[in-house]
């Protein structure tokens, strides 16, 4: 079989494999769930990247996994690609009745409440059931606030919302100065969930701003360990200071990069 450009070209060719393959064919739905999570990660990290040669491999690793999980599916008659195509076609049109229907909707807050609107007609008992719980908490948290700002459940600007950041920073260190460590955690939280809050209300990512700390973090700590290599000694050799000192040595050289 050679390489295709054709959808249906894939499905035959996960079939064979499925057959064929000894991994393949012991695989069930379970099994490869964690694969799909990290492939959906991959793509998320090209798109950040700006990587668009990598963006189209991953999208690739991503759609195997639909074709697989839905051939496994047609092996106990559960369903098959006609149906994946058929519902997520009938949502779509279902869910943008200003583009196929009679409703009106000019503005995007107007289709993310009809949006709203139809899935609780679909059946869900709230807005919320739509986000899943195995998602990152900063993300769960910034969808959930979304999908209620997509009902009017709001803060009417940032500066309220900040206001009360401020006053769950105040209940935070009450609760590190007289409270339990479980009260101290669940006011944590509180907090994380109110600074998710005020950069939604702005127009930041929470997800987007903590991958980006993370790496930033990464590079200079990494600057940190190569520069003590290179002077033949390890880093539970340094001291504090010596550390700090090679830390602002990589923030600087990261300002100079940003601004050439």
Known sequence: MKPS?????????????????????????????????????????AIDNNDMDELCKELGDL?????????????????DIGDVIQ????????????????????????????????KLKEGRESILDGVPKHLPGLIRAQRMQEKAANVGFDWAEWQLAWNKLNEEIDEW???????????????????????????????????????????????????????LKENKRSIVEASLEEMDELWNEAKSQSGKQDNS
Not at 68 to 77: N, P, Y
Request: glycine share 4%; aromatic share 8%.
């Open 173 to 227: 260190r009450n609760a590190v100065e007289n409270q339990t460590a479980k009260e101290q955690q669940e006011e944590f939280g509180d907090l994380l969930f109110s600074l998710v809050n005020v950069g939604r209300l702005i127009g930041l990512n929470a997800e987007d701003a903590i991958r980006g700390a993370n790496k930033k973090f990464i590079h200079r700590f990494q600057h940190i360990e190569k520069r």
């Open 5 to 45: 450009r054709k959808f249906e070209d894939l499905v035959e060719l996960i079939a064979i494999l499925r057959k064929e393959c000894p991994w393949d064919r012991k695989q069930t739905h379970h099994s490869i769930k964690d694969n799909l999570i990290e492939e959906a990660y991959e793509a998320v990290e």
């Open 87 to 118: 519902g997520i076609s009938e949502k779509l049109i279902r869910r943008h009745p200003h583009v196929f229907g009679e409703t009106v909707a000019d503005e995007e807050n107007r289709v993310a409440e009809n949006w709203e609107a139809i």
């Open 63 to 79: 759609l195997l996994h639909v074709v697989f999980q839905t051939k496994m599916a047609t092996e106990t008659d559960s369903f």
